[in-house]
Each structure stands twice: as structure tokens, then as C-alpha cells.
């Protein structure tokens, strides 16, 4: 496709383009799946990191679609970032230059009013349009009755009702779409009045003279009546500037208000157009949502609700997805085992069973807990609980500069920041999301539990402290709330600082309770796997060979007199890795970590488990074998007799866990999410430097003040 | 909009923010002098000059209903919205 392209077909073998527009919660997603199945591919919308769904069908006589589906937008003059982008793809104004033939709109029978705002505005387009008027059932159910031949007569388009959560007139649907195509574009269908009309005249004559169709231009002229000047994502603001400016005294001077006038003209018309289609065959009356809302909304009962189904959630992430991980790792592990068998011994054999099938593996082990969490969160969205959610926590997370929304990542967090960063998505703003992006890593991941445990387990005294609560009990739970307090603390000094900027006022939708569709959560979860995989799996490919490479070379010859344990330690201790470790024990010493704590810190910067293994390592007694590793660790003396590892030391280690961002797939994760590129790896770099930096200052801030405290360290 | 009539919501003659207009009334929205940006979205979503709103409820946000739509309004937006009150709330 060139910027060229004409919007017309030009042969009988190209896909007809439909791109699929509609408000939030109208069932948009749900009936372009109906449409597309499985045949779909997500990417980003060129330049941005709004995500971009393909999808294609084929009709019974072999003609094919190609169908996009745009961003959920009230309008297409609200300004939203979503709602820019589906305006640049409408008038043919992004990168991609992917020009639609027909544009669908997706319309909730239910609020016929709201959504024909959005509606009417993309029929002025010069575009043709077909309307699917979704959730009829739901509408009959509620006593709404639309009269679909009269709505075709006030759009002038053709309108199919569609259910298409059942898949209800989805073939009537696909065949409008072509009928569609060969017909006329729609118009405006309400009048301008002549002040109006006469002020926008030269706004709009300069819009069509730069290539905008005439009907286009009429309404980009009406909806840049109504911009403010300084919005940056208002790409051709700048150029129309002092003509907007003047097209607004103007408007002034004949006694108009240029900010209302779009939104009074066109709902003065839909008014009238509901008027003549909608009939209301009773009063409303309280529905099974406001009934639902009264318990998940309500002051005390909310919040308890909101908790209970949250514990649901984070408990059967940890414990569903075990058994899974388990097998992974199983498999994966019998898998490099088999490769190896293949190979023979050497380098080679080194590389692919520790280098490849380890280090992808112990990435790929958190797919089942990614896919549990998007279940869930496909579950509490589409039922709708979301948005009451983000409702109840608004105004906790508005204390510390961030949103509503920034809670659900912020949790998932416990489990894994991958799926929390990814996560970040149903956020808006793109400085509230990059605050959530940047503190996500801060709460205790399940890949921080083996640390946690080993240390506990080896250096802190099984004390009772309280019925049920022991004092190795409330170390970890200490270092949960440490985590969690610090990403809130460096969440609302982002927001001061780097991210600074208004925290929007909450405009929320609260969408009427459904059940969520099976098929849907199946394709979300598919659809994040394998992003999951796809993306974070070649960066993590990478990095895995190059840690082997560090921990193998240069080699040492090994001495066959001592035990293979003592010749692997001999061997790390030489290798590049090594070499690290001891390069930076200066660096470290402060801490009281010695260098093979060092190594295995620079070892796990993959991934935090991986420090458990290289100690096992270093110490000779395999990765998993975890009681002979916790006396080898107790037993351990530095140079001058000390013990090497006290109490003391053990938190300042774990506190350094809390904090550092020692995880390869996060940060792959943060570079795709933070907006990829340059931008993404400069945000990634603040994300692993800050935390990094906290690591050291807290772990050092123990040692300091358990010395001073009389603690050995 | 003079300053007394604010005091009093149950006159249907007066104007208030949307914040004092009672549960369960019906008011007609007189003017939206919020942020331009939030006052284009709250436009797109059915909040416009002359549209009828109720409040549903008050919790730590407002709860309005626009036309069957329901929608949280937070953090002082409700402030920025001025409504004149469709009839006289019932006793309670």
C-alpha cells in the first residue's frame, strides 16, 4: 500500500479493507473476533504503541476482508491518544497510509443516543459506512425497541442487528459490508447553521485544498473548532494554528461558543433521530447492575468484595500455575537433556543444554502464571468489574499521582512484572502508564521467592512472634511491604518529577455487568503467550548465550585429582564471570558481600532465581540441593575467619533482591511497553538505574545501621 | 448563577454544580466550565449543554446516569458542572 493508494478496489483479488470503530463496552472486540476467528495478528499502530488487531475472512464466493480493529473511542474529537489514532487511520493520515473502504461502526443498541455521536461524526467521513447495532437482545430485554428501517432512512447507511456475542448477524453483516462498499459515502445528515457555516468556511476550504475530502474536511473543521491550543498529540494543530485561532474569534464575534457548538448541533440531531427510532417500552427501572453496583460499589461491602476477589486472583496465580511451571520445567529440562544427548560433549553440548535450553527456560516457566493472570484480568473486563475496580481505587492511587487503573498491574506484580507491565495497557494516560511501568518491578515477584526462602530459611531464627506468625514468617512478609511501599513512594516522586503533569480527572464508564465470553478470554490469552513469547523470547535467546559465554570462558584445565564440584568452582572463579565477580567484590564489599556473592549477582541479573543456582554452583553442591547449600553458607569464612555470612548479611542481601531490577524478560518487557525503541531502552535504562541504585543504598543502609546496632556483618 | 440560589437546590429555578444537585433528581445541564479536554470528553460521552443527568449516587466519586450510560465523575469534575434541576425532589 502506497500514500497514494486509492481507496477503491482495484482488482477483484484484493481484500475489501474494513476497519471496525465503535465505543468502549459496545461488544467491538467481541464481534471482530466473530468476524476474523483466529485469523489475526496484533501489532502496534506505525510510531505508536497503541496496539493494532488484522484480521481476516473470507466470504462463501472467495472474496476476502481484511479487517482493522481501531482503538474504542467515545468520538473522534475527545483527543484521547486511542482516539487519535483512529482518527489518522480514517482520514488516511498514519504512517501505514492504510486507507479503509468501508469503516464499521459497532453501536450499542442499549445507549443508541451516545454511541451516534461517534457515528455521526465518522459518516461525515466520505467514507461508506455500515452501522451494527450490537447487544439487540440486551436492548429488547431492557424494553428498548430501535426501528432499524427508519435508522437506515436518518443515517442513510446500512444499519444489520447483531448479537454478536452468539454470533447473531454476522452473515447479513459481512454482506452489507461489500453492498456497502459500492455505494455513495454518507453525508452530513444535519444542517449547519449559515453563521456557523459561513465562519468555518475558510477552515475548511484550507482542509480540502490539502487533500481532505469536502465532507471530511467539514467536520475536522468543526472539531478543531472546539481544540485548545498546545495539545502535542494533535499532530496538525500547529500548521492550522492562527487559523483556528481566527475561526474562534470569529465564532465569538457572531455569538456562537465554538467548544459546544459541534456537540450541540449533532446531539440536537440525534435527539431527533432517537426520537423517530427508539421506542422505550417502559420507564428504567433498576437492572441486575445497579442491584450488583449496590454491593461492589457500597462504602464497606466494596472494598471487602474488591479484596476477596483479589486474594482469589493473586492466590490461584501462585498456586493453579505451579504444577504448570513444574512441568515446563520438566519438560524443558528433559528436552536440553535429550539435545545434549545429540551433541556431543563439549562446548557446543555446554551451550545449547546451559546456555539455550536453560536460560530460555527458566523464562518461558513463567508463561503459565502470564496466562492465568490475563484469564483473569479478560475476566474482570469483560464482566466489567474492571472499571469498578479502578472506581474503588482511585482514590488510593490518586494520593500517590497515579490512577485508578495502575492497581490491577501493580498486583499482578506479585506474581510477575511481565504480565503487570503488560497489564499497563488499559491505562489511558501515557504518564500515568509509564509511572505504573516504572514502580511494577518493585513488588515482589514469585521469581524473588527462592531467594527469599533460602535466606530466611538459613539465617533467620524460626522465633514465634505471634499465634501463627513466626519471625521467619515476618521477614518475608516484611519484605513484601517493603517493596509494595516503595513502589507507591517512587510512583509519586515520578509523578513530581520526570512524569510530571496533571493527574486527569477520572471520567469513567461504569458498563453494565455481563458474562464474559469464553472465546474471547481464549484469544486474549493466546494472544498474550504468545507476545509473551515471541518478543521476550529473542532478547532473552540473546542474553542467555552471552551469560553462558561469561560463566564458560576463558576456560581452565581441569584437574582431574579434584572432585568434579571443586573443578565447576575453579572454573566459574576463572571464567569472564568470575573475573566480574571479583572486579566488582570492591563495589560490594561495602555491603559485606564478598565476590561470590558478586558473581552471583552479575549471574542472576537474568533472572533473580538464577542466583540460588550459582551459588549452588560456586558452592559445589548443585543448583537444587538446597539444605547442603544453606550449611555450606552457614559454614562459610572469609580470608581473615570471619564468618562470611551473618544474619546481618543475609538482609542486607534480601533488600537488595527487593529493590534490584535483576530480570531480563522485565526489562525486555519495559523496553516493548515504555513505547519500544530508543524511548523504550532510555525508560528501561531509568528502570533498572534507579533500582539498581536503591539496591545498593538500602542494602548498604542495613549494614550500616546493624553494625551500629551491634549486629555482626 | 448568583451566589444565593446555591444554598437552596430544591428552587427548579435555580442553577448549582452538578456536586449539590440531590440523588434520584433529574437536572439539565446548564454549562461545563471544567478543563477543555475534559470538557470534550465528558461532551462525547452525552454530558453536553442541554442534556438531562441525575445523580445515582454519591460514594468517594459522583454517580451519574446520562441516558442509561453510567458513569463515575471524579475529583472536582462534578464541581465544573453546572445543573438546573428538572422539577422539585420528592420529600424523602
Redesign the interface.
Known sequence: MTATAAPEPRTAAEPLRVAIIGNPNTGKTTLFNALTGLRQHVGNFAGVTVERFEGSFKMSDGRRVTVVDLPGS??L????PDEQIALEVLLERDKAHWAPQVVLVVVDA??L??NL??TSQVCELGIPVVVALNQVDAAER?GISIDVPALIHELGVPVVPTVASRGEGIEPLKKALFIAAGLPAPARKFEIPTAAHDVLAPLAAQLEADGMAHSAAQLEALRLL?V?RG?SHLAHVEKYGELITETQAKARESGLLP??LE??LR??WIRGVVERTVTRRRE?APTV?DRL?AVA?H?VG?PIVFLLLMAIVFQSVFTWAAPLQDWIEGAIATLGATAGTLIPAGDAQSLVVDGVFAGVGSVVVFLPQIAFLFAFISVLEQSGYM?RAA?LM??LM?RVGLHGKSFIPMLSGYACAVPGIMATRTIEDPKDRLATIMVVPLMSCSARLPVYTLLIGAFVPALPLLPGLGLQGAMMLAMYLLGTVTALAVAALFRRTLLKGP??????????YRRPSLRSIALAVWQRCLIFLRRAGTVILSLSIVLWALATYPKTAPDAAQPIERQQEVQLANSALGTMGHAIEPVVRPLGFDWKIGVSIVASFAAREVFVSTMGTIYGVGGEDDVALKDRMLAERSADGALAYTPLIAVALMVFYVYALMCMSTIAVTVREAGGGRTGWRWAGISFGYMLVLAYVAAWGVIVVGRAMGFAG | MALPLHLNPDNADCTCPLMDSKAGNEATVVA?T?G???????????V????TISVV?K???L?VD????????????ALGITVQPLERPSIA
Open positions: 467515545y468520538s474529537s475527545a483527543g484521547s442499549s445507549h443516543e451516545r455521536f461517534l431492557a472546539s485548545t495539545e467548544e459546544q456537540a450541540n446531539f440536537k428504567r447492575s453496583d460499589l462504602r466494596g472499571a472506581f482511585d482514590g490518586r493527574v486527569r480527572p477520572m471520567i469513567l464508564e461504569l458498563p453494565p | 461545563i471544567c477543555e479536554h475534559d470538557a470534550r470528553r465528558l461532551r462525547a460521552l452525552g453536553y449543554e442541554g442534556a449516587g460514594k468517594n466519586c454517580l446520562v441516558r442509561g450510560t453510567r458513569l463515575a465523575l471524579c475529583s472536582g469534575l
